[in-house]
């Protein structure tokens, strides 16, 4: 459990600009989540269509296997060329890494009597594919599903020992659900940088549960 994924693809449509290159306060918001999960992890592997952008980043960063098949395609990549039997998987765009959330799905996996797929949260009935863990045991899987054309994180799980974390447990360390806070659109970034410039509490941030 000591490599942290962050998924830095897509075509950020309604952000209007590449989501993996925003900036906050001169550094990179991608920097600004590494940087987060330095403390826990001892390597980080970002997926990235465009790496030829990062010839000074210090992190490992990997392509897509699997073109035009979305987080799955990420996900795919970065658990193929981890060295980590489970591995943390956020997103670009969610600037709150909770480190004792983290933990806590950490010693879910230890305590576990049996070996596990994946640890994901739950908002309601939808799934939350990222700030969760998945297990390489999952690659196999995710190339069959790739084959048959399912691009849908959901179908990785369907059938696979997973331990899904109810809502009403996650709100207990993010009462207002800012660790699964994506910025999806301009004023998504203007309400978090309103947070962190403001020094208020994350909860004044719009939320954007992932569907």
């Given at each position: 459990m000591d490599t942290a994924i962050i998924l830095a693809g897509g075509k950020s449509k309604r952000m209007g600009l590449d989501k993996q290159f925003l900036m906050v306060d001169d550094q990179w918001m991608l920097e600004h989540i590494a940087e987060q999960l330095k403390p826990l992890f001892k390597k980080i592997i970002i997926v990235s269509n465009k790496p030829e952008q990062y010839q000074d980043c210090p992190y490992r960063v990997v392509q897509d296997q699997f073109k035009d098949f979305g987080p799955v395609a990420g996900i795919h990549a970065g658990l193929k060329y981890s060295s980590s039997r489970y591995n943390y998987i956020i997103a670009?765009?969610?600037?709150?890494?909770?480190?004792p959330y983290i933990q806590y799905m950490q010693k879910i996996i230890r305590d576990s009597p049996q070996e596990i797929d994946a640890v994901i949260t739950k908002f309601g009935e939808w799934l939350e594919p990222f700030n969760a863990f998945y297990s390489k045991s999952l690659i196999r899987k995710i190339e069959k599903n790739i084959e048959q054309g399912k691009r849908r994180v959901a179908f990785i799980l369907e059938g696979s020992n997973v331990i899904y974390i109810e809502e009403k447990?996650?709100?207990v360390f993010s009462p207002g659900w800012e660790m699964f806070m994506n910025l999806n659109t301009p004023e998504d970034l203007e309400s978090y940088l309103a947070c962190i410039d403001g020094g208020k509490s994350y909860g004044c941030c719009k939320q954007t549960p992932h569907p």
């Open positions: 670009c765009d969610m600037p709150f890494v909770n480190i447990k996650a709100r």
